[in-house]
């Protein structure tokens, strides 16, 4: 509910701030222009810019050549992503690498991580190049975070030595110089900052996954348009990176693949942003007075957005001619995204469900109100936050390895198990023993879960049948797993469609009351 009311939310700042531009666009700069770098000092200065000749020549190596192997592998995969109620295929493919066991949720759609290779984890790739292709992000990962804690460490000193000098003095810049762009940070950008420990820099710096992106834009029948300033085509729409640790850096190494038979424009000719080039594109979030930043990317440059850049700002990405990859290494929230959190907490569902030493017959230990909603919502959340977005993807996962099977098989477990909590559940609320304030109580919560899960299943089974869907090649289209039917052998104890269990559930409900 509440990511819904965000999303309305969104909708109504765009609509309003469309009908405020009317047919007007607002102004945007690029390196070109007069007030382009005192524009980024004053109101940009948390993005970060390394120019491709600052990286070691060996790091661009191993980078470059790992996209074009898991290109190769076809490994880049569209999504299926879910907005505002309808499913639609992104224009960027993609693959997420990371620690093992962790997830990214963006779009309502939850990518598993191709684990990197991890000490004290057996991960078997499905061949050498994809190993090899992992460790070279990983070393990608570990550079990015020195750079990340370099940046934080400068903007620090920066501004604590602005609040103790109020006097700004202006220094010449230059877009060529190969350094990172630190500026006077605004008012109204950021608040007066105090040098950080190291802990909170390792923090907000320790990146636990890579999102890759592949795009090339001549295979693409229709781009969006960037609809405020005018930019032109948009691989990536005006967007915050959701689901990270507050304050984090985000940080993006790009790859175009630029062919010497596309010239970039001449700067007489153009004016705005060369349509030719790559570009990432940011302005202040839901802002008409502030004009937008548009900056070029080319082979091996390197962008970080810190700190709170990322909630205060938004930032799209603008097309250029030629394929491009980047590497978007995020501090992604790991409180409830993480398979050891989503065992843990199957572990303490199943902590109400006990077997009797002699019968061996199952019985839960309490039916207090609290205990059974607790349960039910662990149940909706490894079936639908879990189970149903892994089998979503199809059978993608396994190009690159079969890791994820055991961690899915098991959570597979623990839900059937939950399954048979819910049919317990039923069977007591089914009793008049119980003390009826009790039983009422345990009745009203157990149907508004059970409630959820009936309309989750219809949208879930809805969305593996969609034209999207079915659009898709065979060993990428959504599997509705887990389903059953009455005919199937598959033992289970309730059926999959829940609507007789629960109108039984609000029937039951009227009489008591």
Sequence with gaps: MKRRAGEREKELKKKKLLEELGENKLPYLTPSDADFHQLWKTKYSKLS?????????????????????????????QDLVRIKGKDFLTPVSRILIGDPGCTYKYLNTRLFTVPWPT??????YCSPQIHDACKALMRLNDYLHTEAVKALQGQSLFETKEVKDTTVIDRE???????TEQGTVSKDQSSVCVAEDDRSLKNRTSYNLTLLNYMDPLQMLYLKQEPYFGMGSMAVSWHHDENLVERSTVAVYSYSCEDSSIQESSERELKGRDPAVWHVGLKVAWDIETPGLALPLHQGDIYLMLDDLNMTHQHCVLAGLSPRFSSTHRVADSSRGTLEYILGRCELALQNLQTDSHSKALSLKSLEAAVVKQVEEIHNEVEFEWLRQFWFQGKRYLKYTDWWLKPMAKLEECWRKLEIMTSLVLSEVRKEQ????????????FLLLLMERQKLRKEWTARCQ?????????????????????NDECNMPLPYDLEE?????????????
């Design 49 to 77: 810019f390394r120019k491709s000749d600052t990286v070691p020549e060996e790091l661009h190596q191993m980078v470059q050549e790992s996209f074009l192997t898991l290109r190769d592998h076809n490994c880049f995969f």
């Design 466 to 486: 969609s034209d999207a869907a079915e659009s898709l090649p065979e060993d990428q289209k959504p599997e509705c797993h887990p389903f059953w039917t009455d």
């Design 434 to 445: 119980q003390i009826e304030e009790q039983r009422n109580e345990t009745i009203s919560c």
């Design 173 to 179: 810049q230059s877009f060529a110089i190969s350094q």
């Design 501 to 513: 269990v629960i109108a039984y559930l609000q029937n039951l409900v009227q009489w008591i009351e």
């Design 119 to 124: 000490e004290g984890y057996d991960i078997k």
